[in-house]
């Protein structure tokens, strides 16, 4: 069983930039692919980024390409680097772990097999 434990959530102007972290722990060998969704409220959760746990190929979807940036350490540590940040990127953020290979079509949460309990983000215009 993996565990994720994230961190780096908080209030910020727009323009602005947080990190988040996400520490795996457990059974880290199952991993192949880790991610961020995010859900706002009345949202369904949405895909934000994904990463080849192995290779560190990453994939974002179109609102934060160009903003977020997505990696990771030797320690199964994911770090989501934010910057640019806007109102509608307000939404608590969850880190997630899958036992599938890496593939940009792996944007369904369903997918993904593991979740953290969730970081709020919150930016204020």
């Known amino acids: 069983q993996v565990q994720l434990l994230e961190s780096g959530g908080g209030l910020v102007q727009a323009g602005g930039s947080l990190r988040l972290s996400c520490a795996a722990s457990?059974?880290?060998?199952?991993?192949?692919?880790m991610g961020w969704f995010r859900q706002a409220p009345g949202n369904q959760r949405e895909f934000v980024a994904s990463i080849d746990w192995s290779g560190g190929r990453t994939y974002y979807t179109d609102s934060v390409n160009g903003r977020f940036t997505l990696s990771r350490d030797n320690k199964n540590t994911v770090y989501l680097q934010m910057n640019n940040l806007k109102p509608e990127d307000t939404a608590k953020f969850y880190c997630?772990?899958?036992?599938?290979?890496?593939?940009?079509?792996?944007?369904?949460?369903?997918?993904?097999?593991?979740w953290g309990q969730g970081t709020q983000v919150t930016v204020s215009s």
């Open positions: 457990g059974g880290t060998s199952d991993i192949r692919t």
């Open positions: 997630t772990a899958s036992r599938m290979k890496f593939a940009t079509a792996n944007q369904d949460p369903i997918e993904y097999d593991f």
